[in-house]
């Protein structure tokens, strides 16, 4: 079992960064691939960024490629993910997940684990 919890979300006007941290408890974090999902009002929830065990390798999906960094720190157990360039349509509730796994996935369902959420609002 794997509890997650994300931080740092809140209220940004457009142009601004944010930086959320979803920290893990339980099992050995370095065993699991990790990505950062949002979910706006009236939408399905996507994928935004991924990260493998090690760090070493990551994927973005194209709405927020070079605007977003994904990392993590398996020493604290916990992943990052920079947001610049805040824009209104990066408003949503933003999640992350853990997936036992070498891998970096886009679809929700490869999941095992996922924190309870945290809000971003960009105003125009």
């Known amino acids: 079992q794997v509890q997650l919890i994300e931080s740092g979300g809140g209220l940004v006007q457009a142009g601004g960064s944010l930086r959320l941290s979803c920290a893990a408890s339980?099992?050995?974090?370095?065993?699991?691939?990790m990505g950062w999902f949002r979910q706006a009002p009236g939408k399905e929830r996507e994928f935004v960024a991924g990260?493998?065990?090690?760090?070493?390798?990551?994927d973005y999906a194209d709405s927020v490629k070079g605007r977003f960094t994904i990392s993590r720190d398996n020493a604290k157990a916990t992943v990052y993910l920079q947001m610049n360039s805040l824009r209104p349509e990066d408003t949503a509730v933003y999640y992350c997940?853990?997936?036992?796994?070498?891998?970096?996935?886009?679809?929700?369902?490869?999941?095992?684990?996922w924190g309870q959420g945290t809000q971003v609002t960009v105003s125009s």
């Open positions: 997940a853990a997936r036992s796994g070498q891998s970096i996935l886009i679809l929700a369902k490869f999941y095992d684990y």
């Open positions: 339980g099992r050995t974090f370095s065993r699991y691939a």
């Open positions: 990260i493998t065990r090690s760090g070493g390798s990551t």
